[in-house]
């Protein structure tokens, strides 16, 4: 017997705004702990704006209005007492492309840690330690340490991303198409990456077979709405929904 | 395709594309020529001026002898005065207009604003310093009030320069800074200048090196044609190269006799000028090492 899996983000009601479009209508999921939760749908479907909802990048978008409830870990990050950098803190994101910043590799794993006042070298030693091991990056760059991420690999790159969100020690991690700027050989070591990972992972991709290698549930938006939510085996198999079923045997995409 | 079309259409690009070729490398022969003519022009002329005394010596007989130290200082000071006062305000501009701004018609009217501002000739500039530093102000003629003056002349090279680099450094940046828990201004401050520092420099530079020749803003606001000392304070007129070369050429006693004094003057401002550059160029190429993206 399977215990059921405890829930760390809910959304209740969202709906979303740019502007006068509607970008999410009504969306309500609960996403699991310590699962990999893949969200898959067409361009512009919303899967990506309702990622950034979960740590708040939205909110340096121009226009943007959020209506409806989101708790992380029964906190509602929306409401009056929630502190967006706090949030941001407790979960981390790696985006579409590799963004290391121009700085050594050291400096860029340090960068979270050092915002929030950890300063002493042996302390940071070994947050970058466990930081790029658990990204599977120690191996490759532990005598290189001092050289800037920028002349790195794309997968190197994208893993430093990795390490650098790790380093805060997050409780969720956010992957905007984490691999769609990369090499299939580099993509593989990442996909490898996100099903070892101890860790909530929340994924957008625009890959179908790539959600159905690694996440656990996966979740199917089509023009804002969340059509379906399940367990991926169940999902691309015997989808309930027939906008499910045509997207992922290809009928449109 | 018809069998004799074939060599024809062939020939008749080959001549077009080298007539082409021709024109071009024309264009980029005489504008490199010409400045390749002034140059040689300067060196031949000011090279028999040039001496450690020349150098190191304040004039002396109506500038007919000894040298040209106090106006090199003096244009020095100028220079750095004119980047202390154009960094802080070109750079913060250049801040706010890059990441703070929200697109609207108020940050258009000063990008407008900039850029209509750089094309205003020098000589306003001098007359604006005249008016505003010299005797609203009390500053008189002085290192200060040029330095202000050359300051605001080149404040919008200097902003449009650093807005550029700004705007240049990947939004990915910010998202990675902001994603990771910084603020706003940190993820400015630690993260997007450090990236964009080497494009912003340089941009200040090579403004300096325009701050350095200018003669029509500092010959109201702060230059003298003669001073016995150096400047003690920054209330004090200084000598400048491009005013020296002015008053030589057209005020001096002997116009003829200071011919070397006056070459010799031009060739040490295009020697500053072109270092200024060079060192530009040197501190970018150092600065991008490794942080290219």
């Known amino acids: 017997m399977v215990a059921e899996p405890q829930t760390i983000i809910e959304a209740r009601n969202v709906d979303f705004y740019y502007g006068d479009f509607h ?54 990050i929306y409401g009056p007492d929630a502190d967006p950098v706090d949030i941001r803190r407790r979960v981390g994101m790696v985006f579409q492309r590799p963004n290391p910043f121009a700085k050594s590799i050291y400096d860029n794993i340090c960068y979270g840690p050092r915002l929030v006042g950890i300063r002493k070298p042996q302390d940071l030693d070994v947050l970058v330690e466990k930081a790029l091991r658990a990204a599977a ?42 691999t769609s700027a990369l ?71 | 395709m018809l069998e004799a079309q074939k060599g024809f259409g062939r020939q008749r690009r080959y001549r077009e594309q080298k007539l082409a070729f021709l024109a071009i490398r024309l264009a980029a ?63 913060g501009a250049a801040i706010y207009l890059a990441e703070y701004a929200r697109p609207g018609p108020l940050v258009t009217a000063i990008r407008l604003g900039v850029a209509n501002l750089a094309g205003v000739p020098s000589v306003v ?35 449009a320069a650093a807005e550029e680099a700004l705007r240049q450094t990947p939004a990915s940046f910010r998202e990675a800074a902001l994603a990771l828990g910084a603020n706003r201004w940190q993820a400015i401050r630690q993260v997007v200048l450090p990236a964009a520092l080497p494009g912003m420099l340089t941009g200040a530079i090579l403004a300096l090196g325009r701050a350095a020749g200018e003669t029509a803003p500092i ?14 304070s920054i209330y004090r007129e200084v000598m400048a190269l491009p005013t020296h070369i002015l008053n030589l050429a057209t005020n001096s006693v002997h116009i003829e006799a200071t011919r070397p004094q006056q070459f010799g003057s031009a060739l040490v401002l295009l020697v500053l000028v072109l270092g200024l550059s060079t060192f530009a160029i040197v501190v970018r190429a150092k600065l991008r090492r490794g942080r290219q993206w």
């Open chain 1, 23 to 76: 970008a999410l209508k009504n969306v309500s999921i609960n996403i699991a702990a310590q699962e990999v939760t893949a969200m898959i749908g067409p361009s512009g479907c919303g899967k990506s704006t309702f990622l950034k909802l979960l740590n708040r990048m939205n909110d340096f978008t121009p226009g943007a209005r959020l209506a409806g409830e989101i708790f992380i870990s029964g906190a509602s």
């Open chain 1, 137 to 178: 990056l120690w191996d490759e760059v532990k005598d290189i340490l001092s050289k800037s991420a920028m002349e790195l690999s794309g997968g190197q790159q994208q893993r430093v991303c990795v390490a650098r969100a790790l380093a805060l020690e997050p409780e969720i991690l956010l992957m905007d198409e984490p």
């Open chain 2, 219 to 232: 010959v109201f606001t702060a230059s003298a044609a003669y001073t016995l000392l150096l400047p003690d």
């Open chain 2, 125 to 159: 500039f001098g007359l604006f310093g005249l008016s505003l530093f010299v005797t609203t102000l009390g500053f008189g003629r002085s290192l200060l009030s040029g330095s202000l003056t050359l300051g605001l002349l080149i404040l919008p090279t200097v902003t």
């Open chain 2, 29 to 91: 022969g005489l504008s490199l020529g010409v400045m390749a003519a002034i140059i040689i022009y300067i060196v031949v002329n000011g090279v028999p001026a040039l001496s450690w005394a020349f150098l190191t010596e304040f004039p002396r007989d109506n500038m007919s002898a000894g040298g040209i130290f106090p106006a090199i200082v003096g244009t020095v000071l100028l220079a750095v005065g004119a980047l202390l006062t154009a960094l802080p305000l070109g750079f």
């Open chain 1, 183 to 253: 090499d299939p050989i580099a993509t593989a070591k990442v996909e490898e990456w996100i099903k070892n990972a101890n860790l909530t992972i929340v994924i957008v991709t625009h890959n179908m077979q790539q959600a159905a290698r690694i996440s656990d549930r996966t979740a199917f938006f089509f023009m804002g709405e969340l059509v379906e939510f399940g367990p991926t085996m169940e999902l691309f198999t015997r989808p309930q929904e027939t906008q499910t079923e045509n997207y992922i045997t290809g009928r449109f995409g």
